[in-house]
């Protein structure tokens, strides 16, 4: 007995929506390439990417940052990476200062919203 498959066609399929709207409320991180849902999760730190030189530090505790501004500079391998605020908020405290070596995952900046 032969199997019988479901007709595929357009009737049955849902059609893809493009909306300019389908991300709104949704955060994204260049470096991480991540996309976050902001109503739902807030970063409340900011951890390095990988091994690196801490180059520059930007912000102060006090300090408001806005999501895309640039925290700090770290330097690995003769290339200078941005590290980016993934959402608005306040800095609590800054944990590196310029020229410390830090590690994949030491936390650099704490944020509050």
Do not use: C
């Not at 007709?7 to 399929?13: T, V």
């Not at 951890?47 to 006090?62: D, R």
């Not at 770290?74 to 410390?100: C, F, H, N, Q, R």
């Amino acid at each position: 007995m032969r199997p019988t498959w479901p007709a595929l066609s357009a009737q049955n399929r849902a059609a893809p929506t493009r909306s300019s709207d389908a991300l709104s409320g949704w955060g994204y991180h260049a470096v991480t390439h991540r996309f976050w849902d902001m109503s739902r999760r807030v970063p409340t730190t900011i951890a390095a990417e990988m091994v690196a030189n801490v180059m520059s530090v930007g912000v102060q505790p006090g300090d408001k940052v806005a999501a895309g501004d640039t925290v700090m500079i770290l330097e690995s391998m003769k290339m200078e990476i941005p590290v980016l605020a993934e959402a608005p908020g306040t800095v609590v405290a800054v944990k590196v200062a310029s020229g410390d070596v830090v590690q994949e995952g030491d936390v650099l900046v704490e944020l509050s919203a």
